[in-house]
């Protein structure tokens, strides 16, 4: 079983910048890619970026590319989102979960998630 905790949400003006981590834990967390989704209110969940711990061939959502960056230190077991020019509709509650695979609709585990919130 995998476990997994978020850190490093929190209020940003637009334009600015956040970090978010995820720290994983449990036997064979290493086995399944790690997405991070976010969840606006009233929206559904979406994909915003994953990465795979082994190659870290990385896969982003169209309106993150360019300002979100996904990471991995393996010898931390925590991935990493880092987030640039962020805007006011990135607002949502962010989310770290391993998949079962890089279609990312079938989960082994996820986070408890972060809030964060752009002000205008």
């Known amino acids: 079983q995998v476990q997994l905790v978020e850190s490093g949400g929190g209020l940003v003006q637009a334009g600015g910048s956040l970090r978010l981590s995820c720290a994983a834990s449990?036997?064979?967390?290493?086995?399944?890619?790690m997405g991070w989704f976010r969840q606006a209110p009233g929206k559904e969940r979406e994909f915003v970026a994953g990465?795979?711990?082994?190659?870290?061939?990385?896969y982003y959502e169209d309106s993150v590319k360019g300002r979100f960056t996904i990471s991995r230190d393996n010898a931390k077991n925590t991935v990493y989102l880092q987030m640039n020019t962020l805007k006011p509709e990135d607002t949502a509650v962010y989310y770290c979960?391993?998949?079962?695979?890089?279609?990312?609709?079938?989960?082994?585990?996820w986070g408890q998630g972060t809030q964060v919130t752009v002000s205008s």
């Open positions: 979960a391993a998949s079962y695979d890089t279609t990312w609709r079938r989960f082994a585990s």
């Open positions: 990465i795979k711990w082994i190659s870290g061939g990385t």
């Open positions: 449990g036997r064979t967390f290493t086995a399944y890619p």
